[in-house]
């Protein structure tokens, strides 16, 4: 059984960094794809980054070259350094996955979230 659990969230002011983690479990996750969604109030979920099998990584726009995908084989867990926050990347962020090599459009195992704020 597949199981995220994501961690790092919290209140950083504007410009500060924040690391979120995501435990993965049931899969070994450097095999598959996984990304990193997010979902402020009243707007629609936004996939914010995802590396896939091959270890391809993509960013939205909103965030390229401000956040960093990563993982760590030894402890099956995946990363999202954020660096220069803005008060706009306060959401909820959730790691999800397909359990597929390639990143799909549609991702079957999600986390719980991780609240992440951005005060300025």
């Known amino acids: 059984q597949v199981q995220l659990v994501e961690s790092g969230g919290g209140s950083v002011q504007a410009g500060g960094s924040l690391r979120l983690s995501c435990a993965v479990s049931?899969?070994?996750?450097?095999?598959?794809?996984m990304a990193w969604f997010r979902q402020a109030p009243g707007k629609e979920r936004e996939r914010v980054a995802s590396i896939d099998g091959y270890g391809r990584t993509t960013y939205a726009d909103s965030v390229e070259d401000r956040f960093t995908i990563s993982g760590d084989n030894a402890k099956n867990t995946l990363y999202l350094q954020m660096n220069s926050l803005k008060p706009e990347d306060t959401a909820t962020y959730y790691c999800?996955?397909?359990?597929?090599?390639?990143?799909?459009?549609?991702?079957?195992?999600w986390g719980q979230g991780t609240q992440v704020t951005v005060s300025s």
């Open positions: 049931g899969v070994t996750y450097s095999n598959i794809c």
């Open positions: 999800a996955t397909s359990v597929s090599w390639l990143c799909p459009t549609v991702y079957n195992y």
